[in-house]
């Protein structure tokens, strides 16, 4: 009666006003599938009348669940055959254990719901895994209510956050605790609902690369050390959750199963909770619930049966056990379905997909159309033991995910039917609840929270792969400069050469078909550069897979730079198909300039908007390993590997490629020398390019990082980052150059030590606080 009357209300707004509601929701939302204007509108009694029915068979999952993966008594009873259950690819052998009965097999229970053409509520399939959808609920109530207060009209709803304050206080054991949200990664066609859930959530959102199993414990890998979880929202395939156990995959945990079964965290849902989905036991269903509950289903479900007791009619659909899939074949392979049905009848289930009602919705052109709709629904379980079983009791979601389109579509991917609406739920009286309590007290905290490894990791390789960049491009702008001031008859410049070898190396790429004898050709190098894996298009990739991985560390003008970065290094190649010639050099000048530009306006973004955390203390580690890295490399090429006095002008460019030059002839004018410009670019701790400043920021940096290890002493990043200080402070700059002023072999020696031990404190810091390696054990013959 209430959808009724608010479909009435809405037609007759007229088409102008609702396709204008429409373009308004649609920039606020612009995932796929379209969400529709016009929600699902259900009255309070019937609400009421899913809510038990929804509790009911959550109740009765949990104890099917409890028994499959205890002691089995259903299969020893007759109730459950067998030869149904070892069919089942979806029955996972290593979670049968004696103490199931004391996991949460069901916390958070989902089911795909159908109102027939006779008005009554059916349930068409039931979900244990994870809670696919959720994320999108969040997404579309967000989106709706950044509309319009006259669009919503006069009927009030029922709000979503005191279900997901609910589920909040089920993960949190312990206030102080960590509760994460486990995904397979930003490749996942569904990953910005697992961020917008844990947002909204405010819990962490964590891949399986981000945890380790260590003493039991199920644990978080931070800068801070390893943080024990106390709960997972699990987005993870069961067969992905843990290699050991099942298959080998890199989504989950080595060890997740092992610390579930020592009951050392909540999982919601643990592995194994896919058995309700693959459709198995909604045959014995119904004796189950006398058998289990002393009381009959109270929602109706679809009728089916397994092969093995019956066999399946002409219009059915089959659903092979051992992948769960569902089909309804057509007629042409419908006779070779049924002959597999009855050659390995144990092996499939078939049921009858009753018609669903059709629900409107607003197409392009503003006219409505009508599709079958099925509703997603979610419930939550009450605690059964711990401190919160007492208060915490059972809930569902008063709304939904409701999807137009193939039911059969919508039951496997419920977020890849044609088109999406939200759920409401009738209320009396108006509903404003939050999932922040405004009324509790406040402490204020400077605390900037964990930083997971892998964020830091990300972090540090976004500052490493962007000083890299720039200096690659410095180098070659330098070197397009000298090239194009030469006349054309002046042949080879070996201060040409000497930049085009230092940008060729800066990303450790050998010289290809080019031998180390051979002079470099500039077209050739610069091809080679915009074109090749280990060229400027690769590190740029590896540039912006770091930083979209930490995202939510940077300013939106931030990201906005790094996607014009990303256009002018793509679009060099693309201009050079087009134009099927020699590079335009001054064309490409021109280009390089706008490159440094956005790498300046990226960096001096981030130290004006990013707090001083340990997460912008990693990206300042990376950026200064990587500086003082590339500093020396340049400095080895140009004056070391020569082998003869550099020239003026070689000196000068290095200077302006530095951006030193001007403080340079500040201290000694129009004179140029090569132990003066080996002062400035390497001991000079005042110059912020020079090597010397970049040791000392690492020095402070290393001295600010979370202390892993207990004890007196300095860190093993603490003493290479001393090692490196003490290199530079001992050494004696007039030996590195003599009288005929060329560089010496202490230059070289000291330029191969510090870049040694920047590496060595690369690979520690990995180690330590990204992989969290344990020390290597040391054998001792006896």
């Not at 099917?64 to 259950?85: E, F, K, M, T």
Request: aromatic letters at 8%; hydrophobic letters at 40%.
């Amino acid at each position: 009666m209430v959808q009724q009357q608010h479909l009435q209300w809405y037609q007759q707004v007229g088409i102008q006003q609702r396709q204008q509601w429409q373009q308004v929701l649609q920039q606020q939302f612009r995932q796929a599938p379209a969400l529709d204007l016009q929600p699902w509108y259900i009255e309070q009694r019937e609400w009421q009348l899913l809510e038990v029915g929804l509790l009911q068979r959550q109740r009765l999952w949990s104890l099917i669940l409890q028994d499959l993966y205890g002691p089995r008594q259903l299969v020893r009873d007759g109730l459950v055959p067998a030869d149904a259950l070892a069919a089942c690819g979806a029955y996972l052998l290593p979670m049968v254990q004696q103490s199931a009965a004391a996991l949460d097999w069901l916390v958070l229970y989902s089911a795909t719901v159908i109102r027939r053409l006779d008005g009554s509520f059916c349930v068409v399939a039931d979900h244990g895994g994870p809670p696919h959808g959720l994320g999108r609920v969040v997404e579309q109530r967000l989106a709706l209510n950044q509309l319009a207060s006259e669009w919503r009209g006069p009927w009030p709803r029922r709000q979503l956050a005191g279900f997901f304050r609910r589920l909040l206080q089920r993960m949190q054991k312990q206030p102080q605790g960590i509760c994460a949200l486990l995904t397979e990664g930003a490749r996942n066609s569904q990953y910005s609902e697992h961020a917008r859930l844990a947002n909204y959530l405010d819990i962490a959102l964590v891949r399986g690369s981000d945890l380790l199993y260590r003493e039991g414990q199920l644990c978080l890998k931070t800068l801070s050390g390893l943080q024990p979880l106390q709960s997972v929202l699990r987005f993870v395939d069961a067969a992905a959750t843990d290699p050991l156990e099942f298959s080998d995959s890199a989504q989950g945990c080595a060890g997740f199963v092992a610390s579930l079964r020592q009951q050392q965290f909540l999982c919601i849902n643990p592995p194994g909770a896919e058995l309700i989905d693959s459709g198995v036991l909604q045959p014995f269903l119904p004796a189950l619930a006398q058998q289990l509950l002393g009381e009959p289903l109270l929602l109706e479900q679809l009728e089916t049966a397994w092969c093995g007791d019956s066999t399946p009619s002409d219009d059915c659909v089959l659903q092979r056990l051992q992948d769960g899939q569902r089909r309804a074949p057509s007629s042409a392979e419908y006779a070779s379905w049924q002959a597999l049905a009855q050659s390995q009848p144990s092996e499939y289930v078939w049921c009858q997909l009753p018609q669903a009602q059709c629900l409107p919705y607003l197409t392009e052109d503003g006219s409505l159309a009508e599709l079958p709709a099925a509703m997603r629904l979610y419930a939550l379980s009450a605690a059964s033991t711990g401190a919160a079983a007492k208060s915490s009791t059972a809930a569902v979601l008063p709304g939904g995910l409701v999807g137009l389109g193939p039911l059969l579509e919508f039951i496997q991917q419920p977020t890849k039917v044609p088109v999406c609406k939200d759920l409401w739920v009738q209320t009396e009286q108006s509903d404003s609840q939050s999932l922040l309590s405004a009324t509790s007290e406040l402490t204020l905290s400077r605390f900037a929270g964990l930083v997971s490894s892998r964020l830091a990791d990300h972090l540090f390789w976004l500052g490493r792969y962007h000083e890299r960049l720039n200096h690659i491009v410095r180098a070659l702008r330098a070197a397009l400069h000298l090239h194009l001031q030469q006349t054309p008859a002046a042949g080879f410049s070996a201060e040409v050469d000497a930049l085009l070898r230092f940008a060729l190396h800066a990303n450790g790429a050998a010289l290809g078909t080019w031998r180390a004898d051979q002079p470099l050709p500039l077209p050739a190098v610069v091809d080679w550069l915009f074109s090749e894996r280990d060229g400027l298009v690769s590190i740029m990739q590896s540039l912006w897979y770091n930083a979209s991985s930490a995202r939510d560390y940077f300013a939106f003008d931030s990201t906005l730079v790094l996607e014009r970065l990303q256009q002018l290094i793509g679009s060099w190649s693309a201009l050079q198909q087009v134009q099927r010639q020699t590079p335009n050099l001054p064309q490409l000048m021109q280009l390089l300039d706008e490159i440094i530009f956005c790498q300046h306006a990226f960096y001096g973004l981030n130290h004006e908007t990013m707090s001083r955390t340990p997460a912008m203390r990693m990206l300042d580690l990376g950026q200064h390993i990587e500086r003082a890295l590339q500093t020396a490399g340049l400095l080895q090429h140009t004056l070391v590997s020569p082998g003869h006095a550099p020239s003026v002008l070689l000196q000068e460019t290095v200077l302006k490629l530095a951006d030193t030059l001007m403080t340079y002839r500040r201290r000694y004018r129009s004179l140029l020398h090569p132990l003066a410009v080996i002062d400035l670019l390497l001991f000079d701790e005042s110059t912020p390019r020079s090597v010397g400043y970049q040791c000392q920021r690492i020095q402070h940096q290393c001295g600010q990082l979370p202390q892993l290890v207990t004890g007196t002493g300095l860190s093993g990043e603490q003493r290479l980052a001393l090692e490196l200080v003490s290199l530079l402070q001992l050494a004696e700059p007039a030996s590195l150059v003599d009288s005929a002023q060329q560089a010496t072999p202490a230059l070289g020696l000291l330029l191969s030590q510090l870049q040694h031990r920047l590496r060595l404190l690369s690979d520690h810091l990995s180690q330590s606080y990204f992989h969290h390696s344990l020390p290597g054990v040391t054998w001792q013959r006896i």
